[in-house]
């Protein structure tokens, strides 16, 4: 069967200079509340599973004397069903730790979505949905993620959109040698397979292989 006509898939592959570049712009053009969720898609999140996040599903603690908090992940946000669905599959239901600057971007979006939603008469609960419109306090759109993308792609000229970051997010961490189980579990796949099928060559990946090889490929012997 041949299909013809077909869209091109989008390129899935980002160079760690081009998303520092990016990652700059979201923070200086962004507001702390939309950058939050930039950075939460950095963490290798899905943009249905962001749409889907709601006060109950941060938890703040302390872990040695370190803050943290722990996101679960259980619903999902579609265009299909922007009231909220099941997510992509059963590994998909997760629990993901975040520490150090992400903890206070939480704490600050948790209260300013809280503050929207009294400014607009709203009234909100544990159930309320984490990233709201600012103009009228309803959950955002499942794909308002790509706008604010949009924003930042044209302060920087970088073209980055939000499953992108997902497939850099397991780049990285495969090329700095974590284990793929625990990739697979934070990113939600459910096999190995999965997770090495999001990884894709990188500029800087290529460098430090050979670099780290030269020396036992083309190590000199005694000079001669």
């Known amino acids: 069967i041949s299909i013809e006509g077909a869209k091109e898939p989008k390129p899935a592959k980002l160079e760690p200079q081009d998303y520092q570049l990016f ?46 908090c722990e ?8 265009r299909y069903e922007e009231g909220g669905g099941k997510l992509k599959n059963h590994a998909s239901y997760r629990k993901n730790y975040v520490t150090g600057e992400l903890v206070e971007l939480l704490k600050f979006s948790l209260q300013y979505s809280k503050n929207i939603c009294t400014q607009c008469g709203r009234q909100y609960n544990n159930d309320s949905f984490l990233f709201v419109m600012e103009d009228y306090g309803e959950p955002i759109h499942p794909e308002y993620p790509n706008k604010i993308f949009k924003k930042v792609e044209r302060a920087c000229g970088v073209h980055v959109y939000p499953h992108l970051l997902r497939h850099y997010f397991a780049t990285m961490a495969r090329s700095n040698n974590f284990s793929p189980t625990d990739i697979m579990h934070w990113l939600g796949h459910s096999s190995l397979t999965m997770t090495d099928s999001y990884t894709r060559p990188t500029k800087q990946g290529a460098l430090k292989l050979i670099n780290e090889m030269n020396g036992t490929l ?3 012997n005694n000079g001669k």
């Not at 702390?32 to 603690?61: D, M, N, Q, V």
């Not at 996101?71 to 579609?78: G, L, N, P, S």
């Open 71 to 78: 996101i679960t992940y259980d619903m999902a946000r579609t």
């Open 218 to 220: 083309f190590k000199p």
């Open 23 to 68: 990652m700059k712009a979201a923070r200086k053009y962004l507001s702390k509340y939309w950058y939050t969720l930039i950075c939460l898609l950095a963490l290798g999140a899905r943009r249905e599973e962001i749409s889907g996040l709601r006060y109950k599903s941060l938890k703040f603690f302390k872990q040695g004397g370190q803050e943290a």
